[in-house]
């Protein structure tokens, strides 16, 4: 799914959020959005999503307006996790539920996916017991688990442990190359953009201030701000 953004602004009590003018995301993207905190990233991202409205300009999916089409077809991973209130095999297979797939395709995808995330064990225990880390592997099962076109990823590893957070990597990795989807993955960590992302785009003050291929980006920076950015997050 391609994404064009134009003449994008989102303002809270006068204050300006965002001010993209011109922004596209080809179809098959696998972005890295980065950039200090309060720089909109997590803004733009809901709006991207449809979770909150911009206070002017225009969002083009596929060449055409937010619809409930489009919304079947895309899905958004939070840095909270929000699952249902049943097992763990149950949230991972509701998304295909709801949009009429088989029970025995639903049980062979789900089966499939658990496997492969190393799920098995908690499989059938209530998804509100589990830790942050295992909670946060299965919002990300549940929201590649009917294959949308668009990903969107709002920090998914920041609160998680290096294991879970390796584990995520690879099932983003291994999604994007069984499928092609966009995927858009806000991030603060420069190591993962690097590890995961095939571009990047740096936001400041509501703005994109460079974008290109992740090691140009990250190597060879050309504006100050962004290498100033990186290169204190190097340090770090």
Same mark, same amino acid.
């Given at each position: ?5 134009? &003449? %994008? ?5 006068? +204050?300006? /959020? ?5 922004? *596209?995301?080809?179809? #098959? ?82 089966? &499939? %996916? ?5 799920? +098995?064990? /908690? ?5 509100? *017991?589990?830790?942050? #880390? ?103």
């Amino acid at each position: 799914m391609n994404v064009t953004i134009s &003449a %994008l602004t989102k303002y809270y009590e006068n +204050k300006c /959020i965002l001010n993209i003018d011109d922004f *596209t995301i080809d179809s #098959g993207a696998l972005l890295g959005i980065i950039g200090p905190n309060g720089a909109g990233k997590s803004t733009l991202v809901k709006i991207l999503a449809g979770l909150d409205t911009p206070s002017s300009g225009e969002i083009k999916y596929n060449d055409e307006a937010f619809s409930a089409d489009i919304l079947r077809n895309m899905t958004m991973v939070f840095q909270k996790p929000y699952l249902l209130r049943t097992s763990v095999f149950n949230n991972i297979a509701y998304p295909l539920k709801i949009r009429g797939v088989h029970p025995k395709e639903i049980a062979h995808r789900v089966e &499939a %996916l658990i496997q492969e995330m190393g799920l +098995k064990a /908690i499989a059938h225990q209530n998804a509100w *017991t589990l830790s942050g #880390g295992e909670a946060q592997k299965v919002a990300l099962a549940r929201a590649i688990i009917f294959r949308p076109s668009l990903l969107i990823l709002d920090e998914p590893t920041a609160n998680i442990d290096p294991a879970s957070i390796l584990m995520m990597e690879k099932t983003i990795k291994n999604f994007y190359a069984q499928c092609s989807p966009t995927i858009i993955i806000v991030t603060h960590n420069i190591q993962q953009a690097k590890r995961i992302c095939k571009e990047v785009a740096f936001m400041h003050y509501g703005q994109v201030l460079e974008r290109d291929e992740t090691k140009a980006l990250i190597y060879h920076p050309t504006n100050p701000t962004v290498q100033g950015f990186i290169e204190g997050e190097l340090i770090l």
